[in-house]
């Protein structure tokens, strides 16, 4: 079983990224960069700063900072567990992508997918009152997760499999922070 999801695995990416040209390389190595999305992350606390009194806007911040950071160390870790190579430093595949991208280190799973939906979902978990269009946010982490298999650095069940993990830890916090920091919120 685990051969067939991993040969899915590899014909999905070589297919995938084999969608990319040269004409949009520019704008996925854009993507891929997470100083690009800097304005976003300025955006996510002015909408908490507008939504919340200035304690409770704060403590969301600070607290979606901390997910930030734990979901990275969750999935370094889950790296250093599981070793799985990623495509442009895999001898079977990467001669058959196109690889924009050089990182070392393993690839299970994407640290992008997983940091990008854990933010989003929180932040979305809080501001989601009345506000529908909120789930505009969510094209961040899409373009930015499928930046990793564009650019040649990531499967993807690297990157489902970071997106859903982000979004349960995200949930997991709004959870526990809607009862100890902010509650009466959402």
Not at 54 to 71: D, F, N, P, Q, Y
Not at 104 to 127: D, I, K, M, N, P
């Amino acid at each position: 079983m685990l051969e067939v999801l991993l040969d899915w695995d590899r014909r999905s990416l070589i297919f995938l990224n084999g969608l990319g040209c040269e004409t949009y390389d520019a704008f996925w190595s854009l993507a891929t960069d997470i100083a690009t999305w800097t304005p976003l992350f300025v955006l996510f606390f002015v909408l908490i700063m507008m939504q919340y009194r200035r304690k409770e806007g704060l403590l969301i911040a600070l607290s979606v900072v901390i997910l930030l950071l734990i979901t990275h160390l969750l999935t370094e870790f889950s790296k250093d567990i599981f070793e799985r190579l990623r495509p442009n430093n895999d001898d079977q595949i990467k001669d058959l992508i196109r690889i924009l991208k050089y990182p070392q280190g393993f690839s299970f799973f994407s640290g992008h997918a997983s940091t990008s939906f854990a933010v989003t979902t929180l932040v979305f978990l809080f501001l989601r009152r009345n506000k529908g269009w909120l789930s505009l946010l969510f094209l961040w982490p899409l373009l930015f997760s499928f930046s990793r298999i564009y650019v040649g650095v990531h499967f993807p069940t690297d990157i489902l499999t970071g997106a859903l993990v982000g979004t349960i830890l995200a949930f997991v916090a709004y959870w526990f922070l809607k009862r100890l920091i902010v509650p009466g919120s959402g």
